[in-house]
């Protein structure tokens, strides 16, 4: 098996779209938050790759093409922002300060439980850049001297308990208006929570995507301060 997934170019993708397929057909059968696809999918991966004895590297060699089709994707993420264009100029200022805040927030409650539980330097920046993009949160961690792989698992972990949890979160804390509610699932949970946030409604897709730009640009300009801290 692993041999296959080494010389097939294709074996790992469809994998991973039978992974999601499987996912789908469980949330639609049962309609439960934790059935979420992407929880599936990534379960449903690792399990295949357990059983068959099939390496990582493998794996990844035969599904490298999904990973090119991650930048058009973010990049579409600006169609439905453009069409809520008359929102964002209405709440430019209040958009603004609260995303500032959530992203200097973040990055607070990182320092504080880095003191708490005495972990390293590396550790913490490592960290750091947990609720912002793949690419941006990896080049940080690189940058002051974390370990990328170890912010990628993080950057994953976090976009799937926002994807997973955001509706029970909104509910939970009241949380009622879309602008607000998009703002939040981006600002925490990047582009994964942002496919939730599109599900939930237009406004709350586009005020995500705005959060997960303007988020990993506050966080680049934040890391280079809270970097220092610990």
């Known amino acids: 098996m692993n041999d296959i997934f080494l010389n097939s170019a294709y074996a790992g993708v469809v994998l991973t779209f039978l992974g999601y397929w ?42 490298k093409y999904l990973s090119y089709l991650l930048t058009p994707a973010t990049v579409a993420l600006a169609i439905p922002l453009y069409m809520q264009m008359d929102t964002l100029k209405k709440n430019l200022k209040a958009i603004l300060i609260s995303l500032t805040a959530g992203a200097f927030a973040g990055m607070a409650s990182i320092c504080a439980m880095s003191a708490l539980f005495g972990i390293t330097h590396a550790q913490y920046v490592t960290l750091l850049p947990k609720s912002i993009t793949m690419a941006i949160g990896t080049a940080l961690a690189e940058e002051y001297g974390g370990y990328p792989a170890i912010t990628v698992a993080a950057i994953v972990l976090t976009g799937l308990t926002g994807n997973v949890f955001a509706e029970s979160f909104a509910k939970l804390f009241r949380i009622k208006d879309p602008v607000a509610k998009g703002l939040a699932i981006g600002a925490s949970s990047h582009a994964v929570g942002t496919a939730k946030a599109m599900e939930i409604g237009e406004v ?15 966080t680049v300009i934040g890391a280079s301060i809270f970097a220092m801290l610990w």
Do not use: Q, W
């Open 204 to 218: 709350e897709g586009a005020m995500s995507s705005l959060a997960i730009v303007i988020s990993g640009l506050l």
């Open 22 to 63: 499987i996912g789908l057909r469980l949330k639609r059968r049962f309609k439960k938050t934790l059935f979420n696809p992407l929880i599936i999918a990534t379960v449903f991966v690792i399990l295949v790759l357990l059983l068959c004895h099939i390496d990582y590297e493998s794996y990844n060699h035969s599904a």
